[in-house]
């Protein structure tokens, strides 16, 4: 607190100014600590604290970015090979960068893994400006995607992460976008695993300290502002199952990775030991757009759903009894026909080592119709996340 005293009407008058006007100038969000994790077998939410309180995503941020860049390759707007021009705004981005050049050139490839493993704020720009046109068109459209994937706390401001006071996101939301990356590009997915990146010479270490130090870690992003503090959105698989947990707010880049670590082992001790009643509900969706997961196939038997229509699905809870499992799908089509009723009702078993969970699940709907459907079922108040088929099923 600091005073200053003026002249007004022949007296002195003491003003004091509490930190820039204490809250006039306040920034919409801080270095909140934010964590959850999550088991998208299931769509259950094992820990939570602060899912949903916004915050800033740093450079969790370019996972949005490589998502548009995997999905224009898979539009066939570009390839891997594909020369992308630097331009002179690219080249100014500060650190953490590459060091491009402008008027020079960079894969595609080279941009995705050194987005992965650098994190750099040039390639990001020279990769928006590439697809979008400009940043800002780009960012608009980040911000479009995660709505349709369902990161209803999301606004996209610049495709780097770097400091804007409007970029904004939930620790749900990047768990939300972590699972889409693996469902809808799996088979770009590989790339969150590289330990390191070599560029004109120069080898770039993977910020994620995970994917050499805790077993089964297969990516995914680090990030770090000052506003922000750090982050980390990790993916782990052991034993056939994965777990997603995302970190925010952490002191340092080495107490954020061991609050990780501890997560992931308490939620793998949970996915092992029965956590509840006999029967009932046990699901919570991620959110009700997402994650979206693979579904495993005709696991009870009836109609091939890939030939049926769509290679997308709903899940709408999972159960310890068939039948209950059964009733809500049923419920969920009749809340949402117009996505639903063109799919088919499925219930799969989940066999862990000391139970059957039953998923319910609408199968063979278009990937829009799945996310519209999710998105009514959340206004109604239902639990939901998007499926995607594996092909042959």
């Known amino acids: 607190m600091r005073d200053f005293r003026i002249f007004l009407g022949g007296r002195i008058v003491t003003l004091f100014l509490v930190a820039a006007f204490a809250g006039f100038l306040t920034n919409e969000a801080s270095a909140k600590y934010a964590s959850i994790v999550v088991d998208p077998d299931t769509g259950r939410v094992i820990h939570s604290v602060n899912a949903d ?27 891997l090979g594909t020369p992308l021009a630097v331009s002179a705004r690219a080249a100014r981005q500060p650190a953490s960068r590459l060091g491009l050049r402008a008027k020079q050139t960079i894969t595609v490839h080279q941009a995705i893994l050194a987005l992965v493993t650098k994190s750099a704020n040039d390639v990001a720009v020279v990769v928006a400006e590439a697809l979008g046109g400009t ?141 509840g009643p006999d029967t009932g509900l046990q699901t919570a969706a991620v959110t009700d757009t997402g994650p979206a997961e693979e579904a495993e196939g005709d696991a009870d038997g009836g109609e091939d759903v890939a030939a049926r229509g769509g290679d997308w699905g709903v899940q709408v809870g999972a159960f310890l009894a068939y039948d209950p499992a059964y009733a809500i799908a049923v419920k969920a089509v009749s809340r949402a026909p117009r996505n639903l009723e063109v799919g088919t009702i499925k219930v799969e078993p989940l066999k862990t080592r000391k139970r059957t969970l039953y998923r319910a699940r609408v199968l063979g709907i278009e990937k829009a119709d799945a996310y519209q459907a999710c998105s009514a079922l959340k206004k109604r108040r239902m639990d939901c996340m998007v499926l995607r088929v594996k092909e042959g099923v």
């Open 53 to 79: 309180t916004r915050n800033y995503p740093a450079s969790l941020t370019k996972m949005m970015t490589l998502y548009l860049t995997f999905e224009a390759l898979d539009q066939g707007k570009v390839k």
């Open 135 to 275: 940043e800002r068109d780009f960012a608009q459209k980040m911000t479009a995607t995660a709505k349709r994937l369902g990161m209803t706390h999301t606004t996209f401001r610049n495709a780097s992460g770097l400091y804007n006071r409007g970029q904004l996101t939930t620790a749900r939301d990047m768990a939300t976008l972590a699972q889409a990356l693996i469902t809808d590009f799996g088979h770009h997915y590989h790339f969150f695993a590289t330990n390191a990146f070599t560029y004109e010479g120069r080898v770039h270490k993977n910020h994620n300290k995970l994917l050499e130090s805790y077993d089964g870690t297969d990516g995914i992003k680090t990030g770090y502002i000052r506003a922000s503090g750090f982050n980390l959105v990790a993916s782990v698989q052991r034993d056939g199952r994965r777990l997603i947990g995302v970190v925010m707010g952490g002191k340092s880049s080495s107490s954020r990775n061991s609050h990780m670590v501890s997560l992931m082992d308490k939620g793998f001790t949970t996915l092992s030991k029965e956590d």
